[in-house]
């Protein structure tokens, strides 16, 4: 049987994914394409597949096919893949392991899906999101991610409480500078083993009241004609160095 109506009450639930606050009621999203709708099924969060009628069916899940126009409809790609899943969210966990990335009310879904690859590349143990964060389910930070999303303990906390927690577990918290603190590349070994690296929004940085929280601020040394860096590519690169 192919769903062909947009009326269909699983096509008007899957177009209001689209929204955040659709997305916080039912606690599911809507992955789109083979990569992500596998890196889904790994992570056992598929409730089912949506797909193109005539598509076959490539994965052992409960799906329905649909036509062309709903894809079209539903998909939030220019160019939509015969392939979705609706997906239920992940668990959220607490705070787990000795390195921590905090992201401080950064807006830009792609940059939060590179940042997120980047803390899975340098064995991040969790991610906690501020409030006034991107949303981690828009489907442009899903994509953004590459499947990372799935493979990561990401939580959505609001920065003080959690910042307290962390100095009673003796976590030595880190807050991302433009311009003055330590060399990131001078940073004693001793000192990455375990950490809370905050990094901050794209156009106002760390907040004031979270950045004199910190116990150091680490920069990065750069050509001096360059301001700043984009918040993603810093982020990594500091990674990167406090993974060393």
């Known amino acids: 049987m192919v769903i062909t109506s947009l009326d269909n009450e699983k096509v008007k639930k899957y177009r209001k994914l ?16 083979m990569h992500l709708v596998l890196e889904a099924f790994k992570s056992g969060i598929i409730v089912e597949l949506i797909m193109e009628e005539n ?15 709903i894809i079209e409809k539903v998909s939030d790609l220019d160019t939509p893949t015969d392939i979705m ?10 705070l ?3 390195k921590f990335l905090i992201l401080d009310e950064v807006q830009d879904p792609g940059n939060l899906g590179t ?14 999101l501020s409030e006034n964060t991107v949303d981690l389910y828009n489907p442009k930070v899903v994509r953004a991610t590459q ?5 990561l303990n990401v939580i959505s906390r ?43 929004n794209e156009g106002n940085g760390i907040r004031s009241t979270t950045l ?30 406090l993974d060393k």
């Open 18 to 33: 689209k929204k955040r606050k659709y997305r916080e009621e039912y606690g599911e999203f809507i992955v789109e394409g």
């Open 55 to 69: 598509s076959a069916i490539p994965l052992p899940c409960p799906y329905v096919y649909v036509t062309r126009e």
């Open 85 to 94: 899943a609706l997906c239920k969210k992940l668990p959220d966990r607490d």
């Open 96 to 98: 787990i392991g000795n």
């Open 115 to 128: 940042i997120l690859r980047s803390a899975k590349a340098f064995d991040i143990d969790t991610v906690i």
């Open 147 to 151: 499947g990372m999303l799935f493979h």
């Open 158 to 200: 609001k920065i003080a409480p959690i910042l307290e927690i962390l100095k009673n577990k003796e976590i030595p918290i880190y807050g991302s500078s433009v311009d003055y603190g330590i060399d990131v590349c001078e940073l004693e070994k001793k000192d990455r083993e375990k950490y809370a690296l905050i990094v901050g």
């Open 212 to 241: 004199e929280k910190c116990d150091k601020r680490l920069y990065i040394k750069m050509n001096e004609r360059v301001e700043s860096l984009n918040v993603a590519v810093a982020t990594s690169i500091l990674l990167y160095e």
